[in-house]
Nanobody, 120 residues
Framework: QVQLVESGGGLVQPGGSLRLSCAASGSIFSIDAMRWYRQAPGKERDLVAEITSGGSANYADSVKGRFTISRDNAKNTVYLQMNSLKPEDTAVYYC??????????????WGQGTLVTVSS
């Protein structure tokens, strides 16, 4: 009953910017941590950034200073602002959230993924 819907991916030139959005919907009592992962071709899915319920953010070393994760709790939405994009940022980006369901069980929910391609 809980789902994450992502948007904002696309093609961008090196040095450009994109903003990804991920909105959670369904039988949500509250949302704990929200995260962005990415998976490049032939590689494992890696954590890019996470943000706690209190707004504390952590980033992978590869994106520090370039990416910013934020959340709007009223909208159940997490964002990833990506600046100074590099070709190596090319990947499918996945939203992930730890959600407290109304049944009082924690659920780990994944979005469908959105493709970000950084190329000249």
């Amino acid at each position: 009953q809980v789902q994450l819907v992502e948007s904002g991916g696309g093609l961008v030139q090196p040095g450009g910017s994109l903003r990804l959005s991920c909105a959670a919907s369904g039988s949500i009592f509250s949302i704990d941590a929200m995260r962005w992962y990415r998976q490049a071709p032939g590689k494992e899915r890696d954590l890019v950034a996470e943000i706690t319920s209190g707004g504390s953010a952590n980033y992978a070393d590869s994106v520090k200073g370039r990416f910013t994760i934020s959340r709007d709790n009223a909208k159940n939405t997490v964002y990833l602002q990506m600046n100074s994009l590099k070709p190596e940022d090319t990947a499918v980006y996945y939203c992930n959230a730890r959600i407290l369901h109304y049944s009082r069980r924690y659920l780990e929910v994944w979005g469908q993924g959105t493709l970000v391609t950084v190329s000249s």
